[in-house]
């Protein structure tokens, strides 16, 4: 059952748990929002079995720059797995401020499964996980490192993980944007599932609270090591399509 694994590695098309936080504001504000993508995708790899997705969450920003959240997604990749889980909740908190032009993004992820039974299953660990992170944005660009404090995502002695990734976001005008991205997840201990994921992202602002974006997304992972029951690759090139409602 190992090589059926779709680890929980973008929370979601553009609302990528890399960009939950809300920007340090004058002040403090507290939003919902509502979505669907026709796949979800997670550091490149499909955590709905390359099917679409409900999603939605809130994010309360205090004006000090402290926040917190939660966020949630239906997936498919612990059952296919082996193990009973149907909802990824996402809870998370840290601080946003900056020094000079530089802004920063401090703060803590808990990647919640459950109900999920994945421990009971050979060769697999619990997949409940969590991460620290920390972010540097210069400009358009940031860069954001996260480490695993638990076993990741259900690899055994995963422990000391990581994930690097860079990003751009670019304003074109008349409510479009464009954010290209590029990332590299390390599982300790379980170096043949390492790999680089990339991904393009065009979004558009429509108005309302309503958000569409269209997005190519690939990784270079062993397709002998992410499919599905089918036996499709979860990391391959596609394009993912959502639409995202913030109240």
Do not use: C
Request: aromatic share 14%.
């Amino acid at each position: 059952m190992k090589k059926i694994l779709v680890p929980s590695l973008l929370a979601a098309s553009l609302l990528s748990v890399t960009g939950i936080a809300q920007a340090q504001a004058a002040e403090s504000t507290l939003s919902f929002n509502a979505g669907v993508v026709s796949d979800y995708r997670y550091r490149g790899i499909s955590q709905s079995r390359l099917e679409p997705a409900l999603q939605g969450g809130f994010d309360y920003a205090d004006k000090s720059g402290f926040y917190v959240g939660a966020w949630g997604s239906t997936i498919k990749w612990i059952k296919d797995a082996g193990g009973d889980a149907n909802v990824e909740i996402d809870l998370y908190g840290g601080y946003k401020g900056a020094v000079g032009d530089v802004s920063y993004d401090l703060g803590f992820l808990r990647y919640e499964y459950s109900g999920n039974k994945l421990g009971n299953v050979a060769g697999f660990a619990n997949a409940n996980t969590n991460e620290v992170y920390g972010a540097a944005t210069v400009g358009p660009v940031t860069l954001k490192y996260s480490h695993a404090l638990s076993n990741l995502f259900g690899f055994v002695d995963s422990k000391n993980s990581y994930y690097v990734d860079l990003s751009g976001t670019f304003d074109l005008g008349s409510g479009f944007s464009l954010v290209p991205h590029v990332g590299y997840q390390s599982i300790k201990n379980n170096g043949a599932y390492s790999y680089t994921d990339y991904s393009l992202t065009l979004a558009k602002d429509l108005g309302n609270g309503l958000t569409a974006t269209a997005a190519v997304v690939g990784t270079d992972a062993d397709k002998a090591l992410y499919y599905t029951p089918a036996g499709k690759f979860t990391g391959k090139t596609g394009l993912v399509v959502g639409l995202k409602y913030t109240f």
